[in-house]
Nanobody, 129 residues
Framework: QLQLVESGGGLVQPGGSLRLSCTASGFTLNYYTIGWFRQAPGKDHEGVSCISASDGSIYYADSVKGRFTISRDNARNTVDLQMNSLKPEDTAVYYC??????????????????????WGQGTQVTVSS
């Protein structure tokens, strides 16, 4: 089973930036649809941003559009989430998840339906002054 590891979380002031990375050992992430999800205390998992290996589509939740950017770094075998203009409501544990390229899955489907065959342990992001 694919094992994912998230990194890059931490404490940041409102308006600040963080870059999260999702990596896997022994697997090439370019062949997987990858999603970033978050869970705030007392809330369900929310799909933040996903990138599909099936059709190349990218999805962002409305709450992060224009502030977050998902990208693949094939040289590092990572999928990164650049988070700018962070707000206190972005505070949550952030997880990455993976789906195989087949069956066909769009980025929107993965994020909206909170789909993932493999999940990382999560990294805490706290936005506070």
């Amino acid at each position: 089973q694919l094992q994912l590891v998230e990194s890059g979380g931490g404490l940041v002031q409102p308006g600040g930036s963080l870059r999260l990375s999702c990596t896997a050992s022994g697997f090439t992430l370019n062949y997987y649809t990858i999603g970033w999800f978050r869970q705030a205390p007392g809330k369900d998992h929310e799909g933040v941003s996903c990138i599909s290996a099936s059709d190349g589509s990218i999805y962002y939740a409305d709450s992060v559009k224009g502030r977050f950017t998902i990208s693949r770094d094939n040289a590092r075998n990572t999928v990164d989430l650049q988070m700018n203009s962070l707000k206190p409501e972005d505070t949550a544990v952030y997880y990455c998840a993976a789906l195989p390229q087949i069956p066909f899955t769009t980025a929107q489907a993965m994020c909206v339906m909170v789909m993932g065959n493999s999940w990382g342990q999560g990294t805490q992001v706290t936005v506070s002054s």
